[in-house]
């Protein structure tokens, strides 16, 4: 089992610049792909932004170019480093597992304001 804690949140305008971290609670960290996903208000949670065992990434369309997705499998942390940040970009930000998925942590909310 695995447990997530996700931070760096926070209030920005358009154009600004946030880091988000999460902390990975569980063994094995470093065996396994990890994700960022957002959810916006009134939206299903997606999936932006992957990095494989092998430190490979995958962001996808809407982030790809403004966000940089990293770990650090000794410290057992995943960030998200965001950039020309957009309105479009506000939600709770989540990580966890791609497969499988475990328990969703609390999150932590980005909002862009125009």
């Known amino acids: 089992q695995a447990q997530f804690v996700e931070s760096g949140g926070g209030l920005v305008h358009t154009g600004g610049s946030l880091r988000l971290s999460c902390t990975f609670s569980?063994?094995?960290?470093?065996?396994?792909?990890m994700g960022w996903y957002r959810q916006a208000p009134g939206m299903q949670r997606e999936l932006i932004a992957s990095?494989?065992?092998?430190?490979?990434?995958t962001l996808e369309e809407p982030v790809k170019g403004r966000f940089t997705i990293s770990r650090d499998n000794a410290k057992k942390m995943v960030y998200l480093q965001m950039n020309e940040l957009k309105p479009d970009d506000t939600g709770v930000y989540y990580c966890?597992?791609?497969?499988?998925?475990?328990?969703w942590g609390p999150g932590t909310q980005v909002t862009v304001s125009s």
């Open positions: 966890n597992g791609l497969e499988p998925l475990w328990s």
């Open positions: 569980g063994s094995a960290f470093s065996i396994w792909a």
């Open positions: 990095i494989r065992e092998d430190g490979g990434t």
